[in-house]
T-cell receptor, first 114, second 116 residues
Framework: DQQVKQNSPSLSVQEGRISILNCDYTNSMFDYFLWYKKYPAEGPTFLISISSIKDKNEDGRFTVFLNKSAKHLSLHIVPSQPGDSAVYFCAAIGGPSGTYKYIFGTGTRLKVLA | GAGVSQSPSNKVTEKGKDVELRCDPISGHTALYWYRQSLGQGLEFLIYFQGNSAPDKSGLPSDRFSAERTGGSVSTLTIQRTQQEDSAVYLC??????????????FGEGSWLTVV
């Protein structure tokens, strides 16, 4: 049972344009969401997060939007740069006491074309 | 060191042999996670340690996999009688405290396992 889903395995975007990466979740008890970026042969690194009490969080070129009613979050990168090319994982955490573990999506490979 | 440290970084082993992968979490981090990523796949949860609580082993794929965490710090993931489908990068991560869901987790560089 995949509780966190990234339905697009890959995405190509022209440099300077907006990249939109999507993530859906099924567990309404998740209360914190994160995005991680992973380059080949490296461990994932934290990018941006959002609490369920917010619907938007912005950090420079990166903005995460959360739609709790739709159980959907998205990461916007504007403007996209070639260095943004990587695999992006969304993650969710939350639940009854004792179940706080991070659940990751399967990732979306972003390619920014110069 | 300042980050999560994993060893070995690369391991090639023969099918049927046992392997041990080691993780040194960030000092002071009470939560430790093991994930693996097979080629073309997402991050698969394996096991989660939190302080002195019983570990959450719900992600371990078979009884050939086990993990322990000694002294609340270093963790070892052991794979017995390795199979070719065990080939993957095994990622360790740590975080401060599960209670505060605002904490991010920090990943090591991974241990790349190839079973031939």
């Amino acid at each position: 049972d995949q509780q966190v889903k990234q339905n697009s395995p890959s995405l190509s975007v022209q440099e300077g344009r907006i990249s939109i990466l999507n993530c859906d979740y099924t567990n309404s008890m998740f209360d914190y969401f994160l995005w991680y970026k992973k380059y080949p042969a490296e461990g994932p690194t934290f990018l941006i997060s959002i609490s369920s009490i917010k619907d938007k969080n912005e950090d420079g070129r990166f903005t995460v939007f959360l739609n709790k009613s739709a159980k959907h979050l998205s990461l916007h990168i504007v403007p996209s740069q070639p260095g943004d090319s990587a695999v992006y994982f969304c993650a969710a955490i939350g639940g009854p006491s004792g179940t706080y573990k991070y659940i990751f999506g399967t990732g979306t490979r972003l390619k920014v074309l110069a | 060191g300042a980050g999560v440290s994993q060893s070995p970084s690369n391991k090639v082993t023969e099918k049927g042999k046992d392997v041990e992968l080691r993780c040194d979490p960030i000092s002071g981090h009470t939560a430790l996670y093991w994930y693996r990523q097979s080629l073309g796949q997402g991050l698969e949860f394996l096991i989660y340690f939190q302080g002195n609580s019983a570990p959450d082993k719900s992600g371990l794929p078979s009884d050939r996999f086990s993990a322990e965490r000694t002294g609340g710090s270093v963790s070892t993931l052991t794979i017995q009688r390795t199979q070719q489908e065990d080939s993957a990068v095994y990622l360790c991560a740590s975080s401060l405290n599960r209670v505060d869901s605002g904490n991010t987790i920090y990943f090591g560089e991974g241990s790349w396992l190839t079973v031939v």
